[in-house]
């Protein structure tokens, strides 16, 4: 069990990861940590969520099938909705309007990122890439 304190039920994370079975692992530590996770395996999927619903925080993966995840996160930031990205790929990789973002390099800890979740909702400062 985590050691990181329990989210209230309604902070809702939009989890962006193409890999099926990592995408499944995310929900159920998610949901675990009282938190609800919401999938999208695409740029897509992704897009069409935010069109309909919000989200307090989001994780994302960097590359996926359909692209790379930036507009979502152009999205994200124009909203004022926290994230960070989990990914294989180096941290450099990310553009600049985003290099301010909360990075954790896979593979990672499953408790290191519910503190970054954690930490990304309540608006501490993570500006240095992690992993």
Do not use: C, W
């Not at 159920?28 to 897509?44: D, H, Q, R």
């Not at 994200?76 to 990205?85: E, M, R, V």
Request: charge should be negative.
């Amino acid at each position: 069990m985590s050691s990181v304190a329990v989210a209230p039920v309604s902070t809702t994370v939009l989890v962006v990861e193409d890999e099926i079975e990592l995408s499944r692992l995310f929900v159920e530590v998610l949901t675990a940590a009282g938190y609800a996770p919401v999938p999208a395996y695409s740029v897509t999927d992704a897009l069409a969520a935010l069109a309909y619903q919000h989200f307090d925080a989001a994780i994302l993966d960097v590359e996926l099938r359909d692209g790379a995840i930036f507009p979502v996160a152009d999205q994200l930031a124009a909203q004022g909705t926290p994230y960070l990205f989990a990914s294989a790929i180096y941290s450099q990789a990310i553009p600049k309007e985003h290099q301010d973002v909360p990075f954790v390099g896979k593979p990672f800890n499953i408790d290191d990122l519910l503190l970054r979740v954690e930490q990304i909702i309540s608006g501490v400062d993570l500006a240095s890439p992690a992993g």
